[in-house]
């Protein structure tokens, strides 16, 4: 489920710092800011994240800040494999995404991580990812609810780790699967009452 511990601990701590460090970057309020969108925390639901940012009425704002917020957990991974190794990438990859949902910078007040997700996914495993993120395409289309996805996607993670003999990553997968659960837990609440809102719906 995990992979066998080979760098000295000092260096896993300094990566464990340079994932977060990495992660805890919130690219979609920098983006609507440079942009001139408004502040992100007043609009929607208050989240930095890409569906959030979809709520503004800017298409290019929303691609971009999926695009970064999963590039930061796939450099984060890469540069840790690439340097160091598979135990650091995997922790720099698992910091990042605790970056992205609780960052320094933001009083602790971040994402939701799905976006670092999968770009953390897809730098561990690129099938998997790719699998993973057709898996989020699918449920949000089917449901119109990006939300749906996300915990789709997530749930199935571990299972396509498994399906196709990833096994040093099934560790991760499943400890970012329950966080995604439970940064999520307003929205499963919203979900059980009907409430939950559409893609794209504006703030």
Same mark, same amino acid.
């Given at each position: ?58 298409? =290019? +704002? &929303? !691609?971009?800040?999926? #695009?970064?917020?999963? /590039?930061?957990?796939?450099? $984060?991974?890469?540069?840790?494999? *690439? ?54 395409? =699918? +449920? &949000? !289309?089917?449901?119109? #609810?990006?939300?749906? /996805?996300?915990?789709?996607? $997530?749930?199935?993670?571990?299972? *396509? ?43």
């Amino acid at each position: 489920m995990f992979p066998e511990i080979t760098t000295a601990p000092l260096l896993l701590a300094l990566w464990a710092a340079i994932g977060y460090l990495l992660g805890s970057i919130p690219f979609g309020m920098v983006l609507t800011r440079a942009m001139k969108l408004g502040d992100l925390r007043s609009i929607g639901s208050g989240n930095i994240g890409a569906t959030n940012v979809l709520r503004t009425g800017n298409k =290019a +704002a &929303a !691609a971009g800040t999926l #695009i970064l917020d999963g /590039g930061k957990g796939a450099v $984060a991974v890469l540069l840790a494999r *690439w340097l160091g190794a598979e135990d650091a990438a995997q922790l720099a990859g698992f910091t990042a995404f605790l970056g992205h949902c609780y960052p320094v910078w933001l009083g602790f007040r971040g994402g939701k991580g799905v976006a670092t997700f999968l770009g953390l996914v897809l730098a561990l495993s690129w099938p998997v990812g790719l699998l993973s993120c057709a898996t989020w395409l =699918a +449920a &949000a !289309a089917l449901s119109r #609810i990006s939300s749906v /996805g996300a915990l789709v996607a $997530a749930l199935m993670s571990t299972a *396509w780790m498994l399906l196709l003999r990833e096994y040093e990553f099934t560790g991760l997968t499943l400890a970012l699967t329950v966080l995604i659960f439970w940064r999520h837990r307003s929205n499963l609440e919203r979900l059980r009452e009907g409430t939950e809102p559409k893609i794209g719906k504006k703030g």
